[in-house]
């Protein structure tokens, strides 16, 4: 479910921002394991417009709610997307 508290504006994607853990999570199918209220609550949260920005940005997908990253770049890699 999209935010519109703290830093988010109606984002699709937000990113935890602690050093911890570096996640970027889709609000549209979040789960209750991403603890989205958690993250905002403690002032971590990052917005972004797109998940290619949050990992461009170094953060990785949350296992919950996107496929983990490793994963999308290997099917891109094998249907000859490349990056």
């Known amino acids: 479910m999209r935010?519109?508290?703290?830093?988010m504006n109606g984002e699709q994607y937000l990113?935890?921002?602690?050093?911890?853990?570096?996640?970027v999570h889709d609000l549209d199918p979040e789960t209750a394991e991403c603890r989205i209220d958690e993250v905002i609550g403690a002032g971590n949260a990052e917005p972004?417009?797109?998940?290619?920005?949050?990992?461009?940005?170094?953060?990785?997908?949350c296992?919950?709610?996107?496929?983990p990253l490793h994963l999308v770049l290997q099917r891109r890699r094998l249907d000859g997307r490349g990056r």
């Open 3 to 7: 935010r519109f508290t703290g830093r």
């Open 15 to 23: 990113a935890n921002a602690t050093t911890a853990r570096k996640v």
């Open 48 to 61: 972004f417009q797109s998940q290619s920005a949050a990992n461009a940005a170094g953060y990785n997908n």
């Open 63 to 67: 296992e919950h709610c996107i496929e």
